[in-house]
């Protein structure tokens, strides 16, 4: 089956304590990219990337690391986490880049609690 | 820069018509359209290249006026399965990286009741 995975699905977590959520996809796509949502602000882009070691910022980087060194997996990296990263982070994949027609897969999302 | 939705909740009984906005200050290269039902991951509805085209996905549709740098969705004859927050996410002009990165609007919770 198609999907994308993200683990954990739910954490919560101490301020400081470097975490790592991934995100997998079985599809081959080249384009994988990590979202936020919170509430009244909608999805928010982290980070992007059009292929392996081709990453770059979104609209809220800060705090945030990425990797891309397979075409399938995208780890999100928070070093230091701090309670105002407390949300739901999706990841998502297409076949290639938005100025294609390709759909855009989100994984289920992990809903992340930084104390 | 987010793109602006209208209107930011709507509730319909089911049968009746709905349009959603999404506007932008910005040139856009394409607008998608996304659904989220409450407590699921945002499902891909369309998307739309500049040109002006109008696409159509069963009995929802949505238009991009490339001139006026604004989308609209039209579900028509709404059944109880289309409640949920509709997102537009939209990318900028053609050159270097921009074509990639998606700005979404904050969404239009849509309620459809019998």
């Known amino acids: 089956e198609a999907q994308v995975t993200q683990n954990p699905r739910y954490l919560i977590t101490v301020t400081g304590k470097k975490l790592t959520v991934t995100c997998s996809q079985n599809m081959n796509h080249e384009y994988m990219s990590w979202y936020r949502q919170d509430p009244g602000l909608g999805l928010r882009q982290i980070y992007y990337?059009?292929?392996?070691?081709?990453?770059d910022k979104g609209d809220v980087p800060e705090g945030y690391k990425v990797s891309r060194k397979e075409k399938r997996n995208f780890p999100l990296i928070l070093e230091s986490p701090s309670p105002n990263q407390t949300s739901l982070y999706f990841c998502?994949?297409?076949?290639?880049?938005?100025?294609?027609?390709?759909?855009?897969?989100f994984g289920p999302g992990t809903r992340l609690t930084v104390l | 820069q987010q793109p602006v939705q209208s209107p930011q909740a709507v509730i319909l009984r089911e049968g009746e018509d709905a349009v959603i906005n999404c506007s932008s200050s910005k040139a856009l290269y394409s607008v998608h359209w996304y659904r989220q039902k409450h407590g699921e991951a945002p499902v891909f509805l369309m998307i739309l290249l500049k040109g002006g085209e109008q696409k159509g996905h069963d009995k929802i549709s949505a238009s991009f006026n490339e001139k006026k740098q604004q989308s609209s969705l039209y579900l028509t004859a709404s059944q109880l399965s289309y409640s949920g927050t509709y997102f537009c996410g939209t990318s900028e002009g053609a050159s270097g990286g921009s074509n990639y990165k998606l700005t979404f609007g904050k969404g239009t919770l849509l309620t459809v009741n019998p």
């Open positions: 998502a994949s297409s076949l290639r880049a938005v100025y294609s027609t390709d759909t855009q897969y």
């Open positions: 990337s059009m292929n392996v070691e081709v990453t």
